[in-house]
T-cell receptor, first 113, second 114 residues
Framework: AQSVTQPDIHITVSEGASLELRCNYSYGATPYLFWYVQSPGQGLQLLLKYFSGDTLVQGIKGFEAEFKRSQSSFNLRKPSVHWSDAAEYFCAVGIQGAQKLVFGQGTRLTINP | EPEVTQTPSHQVTQMGQEVILRCVPISNHLYFYWYRQILGQKVEFLVSFYNNEISEKSEIFDDQFSVERPDGSNFTLKIRSTKLEDSAMYFC????????????FGPGTRLTVT
């Protein structure tokens, strides 16, 4: 069965520091990959997506992610975090031929001033 | 920018009662979804809906659940007889094109069953 793993449940970084959130997936074919962000009391906002082509994708709010097929990974990065980036981040996989998205368990990001 | 809206934002109900969660998807979208997130757990797919019928559902979506698109704008999730374990955040999502996997999510309805 398809699955998504986000190994880090909670990460704390200092404002201005770089960030990398990890995501690994298990799926037989090339997946469609997404990162969503959920601020407290808010819905899920799409940060970026990968369908095909360039494996380094740019998203909103200065985020980027790199698809590495050999590692079955799609890690999210940001060179310098801002206090407003504190939120829950979800990696998700779209399965070919199916309608649903499969989500990871999320990583909660805390920013230290 | 068009967005998915959901009402109410928070619903409290007693065990055994029926609840209807409402969603207004993005206006030209054709595919509609419900997901839920139990507190502290991952977001889980419940059901997808296209062309006025369910196209896929998970094992969670049992006979207690139903979905409906009663008019051209609303998309509803009904839970017939709520259980304590139905307490969760319920997200509605919509998608425009057949070959796009990009789903747009609403802000969610927090359902509390007491």
């Amino acid at each position: 069965a398809q699955s998504v793993t986000q190994p880090d449940i909670h990460i704390t970084v200092s404002e201005g520091a770089s960030l990398e959130l990890r995501c690994n997936y298990s799926y037989g074919a090339t997946p469609y990959l997404f990162w969503y962000v959920q601020s407290p009391g808010q819905g899920l906002q799409l940060l970026l997506k990968y369908f095909s082509g360039d494996t380094l994708v740019q998203g909103i709010k200065g985020f980027e992610a790199e698809f590495k097929r050999s590692q079955s990974s799609f890690n999210l990065r940001k060179p310098s975090v801002h206090w407003s980036d504190a939120a829950e981040y979800f990696c998700a996989v779209g399965i070919q031929g199916a309608q649903k998205l499969v989500f990871g368990q999320g990583t909660r990001l805390t920013i230290n001033p | 920018e068009p967005e998915v809206t959901q009402t109410p934002s928070h619903q409290v109900t007693q065990m055994g009662q029926e609840v209807i969660l409402r969603c207004v998807p993005i206006s030209n979208h054709l595919y509609f979804y419900w997901y839920r997130q139990i507190l502290g757990q991952k977001v889980e797919f419940l059901v997808s809906f296209y062309n006025n019928e369910i196209s896929e559902k998970s094992e969670i979506f049992d006979d207690q659940f139903s979905v409906e698109r009663p008019d051209g704008s609303n998309f509803t999730l009904k839970i017939r007889s709520t259980k304590l374990e139905d307490s969760a955040m319920y997200f509605c999502a919509s998608k425009g094109q057949t070959f796009s996997y990009e789903q747009y999510f609403g802000p969610g309805t927090r359902l509390t069953v007491t």
